[in-house]
């Protein structure tokens, strides 16, 4: 259960930030979190990102 929470924050605070262009110091008021937690998340979601990002390439190169 607590990955599925972490991968919501990370989703939310991602589209928050990324595509609704909400400021950091807002999107902690939202969450009821601090302005760190916000970025810290999003620094997170950006690095899964590419960490699932990378595995597909993998996945891809071998199956070809």
């Given at each position: 259960m607590v990955a599925k929470t972490?991968?919501?924050?990370?989703?939310?605070?991602?589209?928050l930030h990324e595509i609704e262009g909400y400021k950091h110091r807002?999107?902690?008021?939202?969450?009821d979190r601090t302005e760190s937690f916000s970025k810290m998340t999003l620094l997170r979601a950006f690095k899964?990102?590419?960490?699932?990002s990378s595995q597909q390439?993998?996945?891809y190169a071998l199956n070809r």
């Open positions: 972490t991968a919501l924050m990370h989703r939310t605070v991602l589209v807002e999107i902690a008021e939202m969450l899964q990102l590419k960490e699932i390439e993998v996945s």
